[in-house]
């Protein structure tokens, strides 16, 4: 199923503990393809205007309301340390629950949802220095390729849930 051409809620994700598998939602970043669980994602929206704030972290892009929530939006590129990519058509923000709180994160753009099994995951290699290996949960096995599976709670450290408190105080 594709759900790279128009908003989508997931909220209905599960993962069968019976079978051992689990959905995810793949996406793309930088030329690579990553997948988080679909429980993690709330809806996955077009990307729109941004209000930006002073005196913030680089990833920070800024607050969204979205049907009168305010979000702050946290730019994946600039968070994993990536060279920074055009806005396109395919751009998506997906609004995702991180740690308790409800973000929004810029990716390039959103592939498709995947069941897979526990025996399609593979542990990262300990050689894997880079891409924060802490919310790296592991290599998706998949026909002809792998996806980076990501532990949506470790984007955010305790320093940068810090800022993005700080973003929202107040609102």
Do not use: C
């Amino acid at each position: 199923m594709s759900i790279a051409n128009s908003d989508v809620s997931v909220a209905e994700g599960q993962r069968s503990e019976a079978t051992g598998s689990m959905q995810l939602v793949s996406f793309q970043l930088a030329q690579e393809e990553y997948g988080i669980e679909i429980t993690q994602v709330q809806e996955i929206i077009l990307m729109g205007e941004i209000t930006r704030v002073p005196q913030t972290a680089d990833y920070i892009k800024g607050l969204i309301n979205l049907r009168s929530t305010v979000i702050p939006i946290v730019d994946l590129r600039s968070r994993f340390g990536l060279e920074q990519g055009e806005t396109t058509e395919e751009t998506r923000i997906m609004v995702v629950n991180v740690a308790g709180k409800t973000i929004g994160i810029i990716v390039d753009a959103v592939s498709e949802v995947l069941r897979i099994t526990q025996d399609q995951i593979a542990p990262p290699p300990p050689t894997v220095a880079g891409l924060g290996q802490e919310y790296l949960t592991g290599l998706v096995k998949l026909d002809s390729r792998l996806l980076i599976l990501l532990d949506i709670n470790k984007i955010l450290g305790e320093e940068e849930a810090a800022q993005i408190d700080n973003v929202t105080a107040g609102l």
